[in-house]
């Protein structure tokens, strides 16, 4: 599936959204609504459905901060799709 192929070359948000806006993607607020926005070092920046080559689609994005004490490391963001019948792909990026 070139959807997976190309969602798997995501390395930052701009690429994600570029993605997104591609495939017709669009915000689910019910899913948004219903889950916790973020907690201490970790939370969910959206929940987006649509259709890859007319299967029912997801994409989660998500954030986490890997730093400990008396460190300073960037956030990572993922980014999860899920295609009804054919899988998924993670990646995961500096945010």
Known sequence: M???????????????YVFLKKHDFVRDTQSDSSTP?????????????????GRPAKVIH????PSGPFQNEPDIHKAKLEVDGYG???VAYNG
């Open 88 to 90: 998924s792909k993670e």
């Open 2 to 16: 070139d959807a997976l192929k190309e969602f798997s070359t995501i390395s930052s948000d701009d690429e994600l």
């Open 37 to 53: 926005r973020a907690n201490i070092g970790r939370g969910i920046l959206g929940e987006y459905a649509g259709q890859v080559e």
């Open 62 to 65: 998500r954030w986490y901060d």
